[in-house]
Structure formats: C-alpha cells, structure tokens
C-alpha cells in the first residue's frame, strides 16, 4: 500500500479556524469538549499578533488538513536551555495510523535542534493508551515522580486578585 503524501507546515494567520476546529476535534477525542471557549479572534492575535504566545504546525495529507501541533516555549534551569512544550497534538481520526503524528513531532524535533533546544516535553492523559504507546514508539519516556498542577479559574483569581 503506498504512503500518501504527509506535508507539515507552520501556521499562518489564515489557519485560525482550521486551528479552532482542531482544537474542538482534540477536545471530542479527551471528552472535554465543555472546557474549550477559545475563539477565532483570540487564536488569531495570540498565535500571529505583535505578541505570539505560542506557535503551530499544521500537517496535510494529500493536500487537506489533516492534524495540528500547538507548542509554546519553555526553560530548563537545570540544562540552562530554552526548549518546547507540547501543548496540543492532534491528528483527525479517518487519518490516524499514517504517519502524521510522527511527521508533526518530527517537525518539532528538528525545530528544537534548528533552535538549539534542550529538549521537547509534553502531557498526555493517563487513560489514552494508543498516544501514550506512540510517544513510547518514538523514544519519549514519562518523567517519574512528577505530577502536574494547574492553578486555574477562581483558585486562579483568588491568589492573584
């Protein structure tokens, strides 16, 4: 069976909503979809705006939309680098099992290298098995003994108000 074509490309400004629309693919796939209120505008003006928070990568296959990478900057004071963190992989799922997330975190890797960046980090659920073998498939090991926070919503406002 021969390989379609896998094309990854960072995001433009006209990508926003083809971003958005992932973004609510990828909270349908961890059932979260009653947390996600992000809009087009603020995507726009965070991603492409005169201040960028964060990037993305959108991979194609045989020329359409296929699944997205959305990944901001961090730092290791331990290494003394700058590095990536993952915050959304997404790959549509008629189109998973062909390469395309793969391609996108190779993507990364190599603009963590291109960059000079120490490493590439991200979270996965504990329940999504298949992402969780792929991540292993590629090289990447789950950090022992640590455990995320999120200080978020009133917590968030309470300590910072």
Same mark, same amino acid.
């Given at each position: 069976?021969?390989?379609?074509p896998?094309?990854?490309?960072t995001?433009? @400004? ?8 992932l ?5 349908? #796939?961890? &059932?979260?979809?009653? %947390?996600?209120?992000? =809009? ?5 003006e ?6 960028? #928070?964060?990037e ?18 961090s #730092?290791? =004071?331990f290494l003394?680098? @700058? ?8 790959? *549509? @799922?008629?189109?998973r ?6 391609? *996108?975190? %190779?993507?990364?890797? &190599?603009?963590?290298?291109e960059?000079?960046y120490g490493?590439?980090? +991200?979270?996965?659920?504990? +329940?999504?098995?298949p992402?969780?073998?792929?991540? /292993?498939?590629?090289?990447?090991? @789950?950090?022992?003994? +640590? =455990?995320?926070y ?5 917590a968030?406002? /309470?300590?910072?108000?």
């Amino acid at each position: 069976m021969p390989i379609e074509p896998i094309h990854v490309r960072t995001a433009a @400004p006209d990508d926003a909503r083809l971003i958005l629309e992932l973004i609510r693919g990828l909270a349908s #796939y961890e &059932k979260l979809s009653d %947390q996600v209120i992000a =809009t087009e505008e603020r995507l726009r003006e965070h991603l492409f705006g005169e201040r960028r #928070y964060a990037e993305a990568l959108i991979a194609e296959h045989d020329g359409l939309p296929a699944g997205y990478a959305l990944f901001f900057h961090s #730092y290791s =004071t331990f290494l003394a680098l @700058p590095g990536l963190f993952l915050e959304d992989l997404f790959v *549509l @799922p008629e189109l998973r099992a062909r390469g395309i997330g793969r391609a *996108l975190l %190779q993507a990364l890797a &190599k603009l963590a290298v291109e960059r000079g960046y120490g490493r590439v980090e +991200w979270a996965v659920l504990d +329940w999504n098995d298949p992402a969780i073998g792929f991540y /292993r498939s590629i090289g990447a090991e @789950p950090v022992a003994g +640590w =455990t995320s926070y999120r200080l978020a919503g009133d917590a968030l406002r /309470r300590l910072g108000g």
